[in-house]
């Protein structure tokens, strides 16, 4: 049950990612196509005109700069906190398989000590 739902949370992460990606590129590309139509249609001198778009150039560069370094610091954290995730699972894991060892352990020495109890008795 707990793997189910585990899979459909990681299937909604992902749709979510997709989507999310496809919302970025969607306006990086409305953005850039936004901006040099109006420049190309506005009236103005073609040195005035050629200077807008180095100017847009830049700003594209500096915005495309900008959210590389964002994609960047959330991968980082995604992975950080997943890293976390699996030592906390893996310590649980370990617990677990110690608890169970010293329960084994435990169950091995009372049944040690019936058998020899039982065998005290009919030797009585």
Same mark, same amino acid.
């Given at each position: 049950?707990?793997?189910?739902?585990?899979?459909?949370?990681?299937?909604?992460?992902?749709?979510?990612? $997709?989507?999310?990606?496809?919302?970025? %590129?969607?306006? +990086?590309?409305? /953005?850039? +196509?936004?901006?040099?139509?109006?420049?190309?249609?506005?009236?103005? /001198?073609? $040195?005035? *005109?050629?200077?807008? =778009?180095?100017?847009?150039?830049?700003?594209?560069?500096?915005?495309?700069?900008?959210?590389?370094?964002?994609?960047? /610091?959330?991968?980082?954290? *995604? +992975?950080?906190?997943?890293?976390?995730?699996?030592?906390?699972?893996?310590?649980? =894991?370990?617990?677990?398989? $110690?608890?169970?060892?010293?329960?084994?352990?435990?169950?091995?020495?009372?049944?040690?000590?019936? %058998?020899?109890?039982? /065998?005290?008795?009919?030797?009585?």
């Amino acid at each position: 049950m707990r793997l189910v739902r585990n899979l459909q949370r990681k299937r909604k992460l992902e749709q979510q990612k $997709k989507l999310a990606k496809g919302v970025a %590129i969607g306006t +990086l590309v409305g /953005s850039v +196509l936004g901006s040099a139509a109006g420049i190309l249609l506005a009236p103005d /001198s073609g $040195k005035n *005109t050629r200077k807008k =778009i180095q100017d847009g150039a830049v700003d594209l560069k500096h915005n495309v700069e900008k959210n590389v370094e964002g994609a960047k /610091s959330n991968l980082e954290n *995604t +992975l950080k906190n997943r890293k976390e995730g699996i030592r906390e699972v893996v310590g649980k =894991i370990r617990s677990l398989r $110690k608890t169970a060892c010293e329960d084994a352990a435990a169950c091995a020495d009372t049944i040690e000590e019936e %058998i020899a109890i039982e /065998s005290e008795e009919k030797s009585e």
